[in-house]
């Protein structure tokens, strides 16, 4: 049996070290997902993983995933569901990932295929740990409210949520039940698509409160103050984000990558970043994002939501290369 290191205040993932076995095969799932459900993130070292025993493990704990249609990434496998990290060398603030959109994964998994000599360790957070540490101020100001996603549509957009590429306003007032979105017409003809969440959520396997949105990206490296925004439609305030990057940035903690490194991170909870890297060329860096076998979905998300029905690749951007 692998031997099994709880957390500890400085390293938040449980590690899951290799005593005689070879591949991640022959880790016990229901130990693996016992560990998940409890701690929310595993780091497994030294099991000589490849590409292969790492599609088949993701793939059983989570029978469907989605594509992150960002741009950055190499798409590995022919289903669009491994794909590389963002291949740029820019440190990246903490986010869960693809909370900009409503079908955010249950699930992050990332294995280092060859990790660079310098740089790029990937951090971690825990978000009920830093919902816990907020200043009094914010998380009051959070509590109870929400968060806004407001974007724009394309007629592929349309298309694929609603049938048509032309809706009238009749269908855009009562989208069919499987649309994970509101919709507006603007004044100037355009059609604006919305969902929102709770500004501090319960994850799917505690009951305590948890900061993890994308809030932090979008203000710390997309620059932007205006995206999510609080249910009255205002911004946060910036003393507000501030403050949670302070304290999420003393909560981080590195994984320093080995070769053949798989981790593991529960997206309803945790929170991921990366340091920046001196040479991106030689950091590799393969991911997939699922939904769980085992999962208690979000009540927020529609029923029988089709990314958990089958794979899910959301209609691309043609305005974004």
């Known amino acids: 049996m692998a031997r099994v290191h709880l957390p500890l205040p400085q390293f938040p993932l449980v590690r899951i070290e290799a005593e005689g076995e070879r591949t991640i095969d022959t880790l016990a799932h229901g130990e693996v997902i016992a560990l998940y459900k409890a701690h929310g993130a595993l780091l497994l070292r030294g099991f000589d993983a490849d590409l292969d025993a790492f599609a088949r493990f993701t793939r059983t704990l ?3 995933a989605v594509k992150n249609e960002s741009p950055g990434r190499v798409t590995i496998d022919t289903t669009g569901t491994i794909q590389s990290v963002n291949l740029g060398g820019d440190a990246f603030p903490l ?15 990332f294995i280092c295929m060859q990790p660079p000599a310098q740089g790029g360790e990937t951090t971690v957070c825990d978000g009920v740990a830093l919902a816990a540490a907020l200043p009094p101020e914010v998380q009051r100001g959070l509590s109870g409210r929400r968060l806004v996603y407001a974007m724009p549509t394309w007629p592929e957009l349309m298309q694929f949520w609603l049938g048509t590429p032309s809706p009238n306003d009749a269908l855009l007032a009562a989208p069919p039940p499987s649309c994970p979105y509101e919709f507006r017409r603007m004044s100037d003809g355009s059609i604006a698509r919305l969902f929102s969440r709770p500004a501090l959520h319960k994850p799917m396997f505690t009951d305590e409160p948890a900061f993890g949105n994308f809030l932090l990206f979008a203000r710390f490296y997309n620059g932007r103050g205006d995206f999510p925004l609080l249910d009255d439609y205002t911004p946060v305030p910036e003393d507000w984000l501030q403050a949670i990057k302070a304290r999420g940035d003393r909560l981080s903690h590195p994984v320093a990558w080995q070769t053949g490194d798989v981790v593991m991170l529960d997206n ?30 979000d009540p927020e998300e529609v029923p029988d939501a089709p990314w958990r029905r089958r794979d899910f690749a959301p209609p691309a951007n043609p305005r974004v290369a």
């Open 268 to 297: 309803t909870r945790f929170m991921h970043g990366r340091r920046p890297i001196d040479d991106p060329a030689e950091r590799h860096i393969i991911t997939y994002f699922g939904y769980l076998a085992c999962a208690q979905p």
């Open 95 to 109: 986010h869960p990932e693809l909370s900009r959109e409503p079908w955010k994964p249950d699930t992050a998994f």
């Open 62 to 64: 989570c029978p469907t």
